[in-house]
């Protein structure tokens, strides 16, 4: 199973809204409503921000947000703040596969 | 709270072989699936191997079947990586993590380096 699609990186000022893509094919993201997207900050083990496509665990702000269309899916980040700036990766249930990962810088 | 915890890393030579354990608190973990996965220095993660909770299901990542194997033992809430003929790919952060179901990763410990150098 390869690796999920991802920008290598994405960039926004403070307050601004980043989008990131994950492209898969009809054997995980087009095919599941089991799509994450995990937060790692240098150093630390990866945190789940998203679950099923678009839902948040607890504790997790509302800026981040999920959505899916075909083989596609994309994390929104708005109103960005200084620690938000992160390596994003995505996930599908589906060859337990992970995403390339996206540097997500806040200028 | 949630808690996993691993241990076991190290170096070791091409060939080699290391056990990894990961040891679990403020869960039912003899209810959970847990994963290992695997991050290469300045790569993504990449999904090693999984046990369900009644100690028979398991899966492996291609690269790794045949070399690694994984078990668990519910009474000691921990789960463990037996990894054998290790190559330097093999390098990198491994993470135990739960799996709240679908491939839904929500724990994940701190990590243990495995580090594969001559």
């Known amino acids: 199973q390869s690796a999920l699609t991802q920008p290598p990186s994405a960039s926004g000022s403070p307050g601004q809204s980043v989008t990131i893509s994950c492209t898969g094919t009809?054997?995980?993201?087009?095919?599941?409503?089991?799509v994450s997207w995990y937060q790692q900050h240098p150093g630390k083990a990866p945190k789940l921000i998203i679950f099923e496509v678009n839902k948040r665990p607890s504790g997790v702000p509302d800026r981040f947000s999920g959505s899916k269309s075909g083989n596609t899916a994309s994390l929104t980040v708005s109103g960005l703040q200084a620690e938000d700036e992160a390596d994003y990766y995505c996930s599908s249930r589906g060859g337990n596969v992970f995403g390339t990962g996206t540097k997500v810088t806040v200028l | 709270e949630v808690q996993l915890v691993e241990s076991g890393g190290g170096l070791v030579q091409p060939g080699g072989s290391l056990r990894l354990s990961c040891t679990a608190s403020?869960?039912?973990?003899?209810?959970?699936?847990i994963n290992w996965v695997r991050q290469a220095p300045g790569k993504g993660p990449e999904w090693v191997a999984a046990?369900?909770?009644?100690?028979?299901?398991?899966g492996y990542v291609d690269s790794v079947r045949g070399r690694f194997t994984i078990s668990r033992d519910n009474a000691k809430n921990s789960l463990y990586l037996q990894m054998d003929s290790l190559r330097a790919d093999d390098t990198g952060i491994y993470y135990c993590a739960r799996d709240r179901g679908y491939f839904t990763l929500d724990h994940w410990g701190q990590g243990t380096l495995v580090t594969v150098s001559p």
């Open positions: 403020g869960l039912t973990f003899s209810s959970n699936w």
């Open positions: 046990m369900g909770p009644d100690e028979i299901e398991k």
């Open positions: 009809s054997s995980d993201i087009g095919g599941s409503e089991y």
